[in-house]
């Protein structure tokens, strides 16, 4: 569905967000009874008035977001000094601190766990602190992360802002911007929405001018900025899977296309991003992330089944400094692909 102009996301739906909210919240005790004389109706444990609740919760957590986001607008001279550095790391710090109610509230009802680890380690501490050592700030860093299943983002966002006290810049699909709270927030900061179109070596088309974005969007990272980057472009499907393998022998390359055959729970990596990502930002050191744990969720139906989901979530971290990346657009290519072999290869190894 085409998203709509932000005239309308601001005077339409945000509104009908806060709307919602405030009615699920002012009749919840009429549908919390409800829900529960269905449970005996609906299989699972107490199933239907959790969903009821996170909706609840979510809905009433984008209206106080977009409360506080319209007082940091108000605050700025009603605009004015809005993308000053001093109202950017507001937006942060409210960014951070949502994230980290939000992650509350679902954890506690979904029974998630978050476990991140930097190492082999079998010493859950030791790996916790190689992980923070490597996403720590002090050199700029370019986040190439894994895309699978749902909420993997906002995991990964949460835990750059709260965990590693980075200020992510973040490449994402346009699509989030339907959210009317993200939509507002992530306008405000660094950040670049994007229609992901394959590979770009081209010199006209959709793929190029993403490549020119997220270059853009690269430029100036310092000490403590994070480039966020999703390089599959979307969650493992077998249609996206064949669709990327054939615009790969399409454009010669097919040495990767072979290799593109063989992944099993991650999609063959598009390298255009990475690639201007890496070459705006030649200082930056490159972080890999793969994660465990929601690999079998991947629509709302297989989400129903598992509530409660009672999941570990595992995040593994690498890390490259820049003097080891290949600069070469066709060797770096190559060193892409080879990594998210090893991502591949770990997630075989640790997925449930």
């Known amino acids: 569905m085409r998203l709509p102009p932000p005239w309308l996301r601001r005077l339409v739906l945000a509104p009908t967000v806060i709307v919602a909210g405030l009615l699920l919240l002012t009749t919840a005790p009429l549908w919390l009874l409800i829900a529960l004389a269905l449970t005996s109706l609906v299989p699972g444990r107490f199933r239907l008035p959790r969903v009821l609740w996170l909706v609840t919760v979510y809905l009433l957590w984008d209206s106080l977001l977009l409360a506080l986001l319209f007082a940091l607008w108000v605050g700025s001279g009603f605009g004015w000094r809005l993308r000053s550095p001093a109202f950017t790391a507001a937006h942060y710090r409210v960014g951070a601190w949502a994230l980290r109610v939000l992650f509350w509230v679902f954890g506690a009802v979904l029974r998630l766990e978050i476990v991140a680890t930097g190492s082999d380690d ?38 750059l802002l709260n965990r590693a006290g980075r200020e992510p810049r973040i490449v994402l699909k346009d699509t989030l911007q339907w959210d009317p709270a993200i939509d507002v927030l992530l306008n405000r900061i660094p950040t670049r929405f994007i229609t992901p179109t394959g ?13 020119h974005e997220i270059a853009a969007l690269a430029a100036g990272l310092d000490a403590d900025d994070a480039l966020v980057i999703f390089p599959e472009g979307g969650q493992v499907s077998a249609r996206r899977r064949e669709s990327r393998v054939a615009r790969l022998r399409a454009s010669g390359r097919d040495d990767l296309a072979v290799r593109a055959e063989g992944l099993r729970h991650v999609m063959p990596p598009q390298p255009g991003g990475v690639h201007a990502a890496l070459g705006a930002a030649s200082t930056a050191d490159m972080v890999f992330i793969g994660h465990t744990g929601l690999d079998q969720l991947l629509t709302l139906g297989d989400i129903w089944r598992e509530l409660p989901m009672d999941k570990r979530i595992t995040m593994r971290a690498w890390r490259v400094p820049a003097a080891e990346i290949p600069r070469d657009r066709d060797a770096q290519a190559e060193w892409l692909f080879a990594w998210f072999e090893r991502i591949d290869a770990w997630i075989d190894a640790h997925g449930t």
């Open 199 to 211: 590979f770009a070596g081209k010199a006209r088309g959709g793929g190029a001018r993403v490549e």
């Open 122 to 159: 079998e010493d859950p501490d030791a790996a916790g602190r190689a992980f923070d050592a490597l996403l720590a700030a002090g050199v700029p860093v370019v986040v190439g992360s894994r895309h699978g299943g749902p909420g993997d983002s906002f995991i990964l966002i949460h835990t």
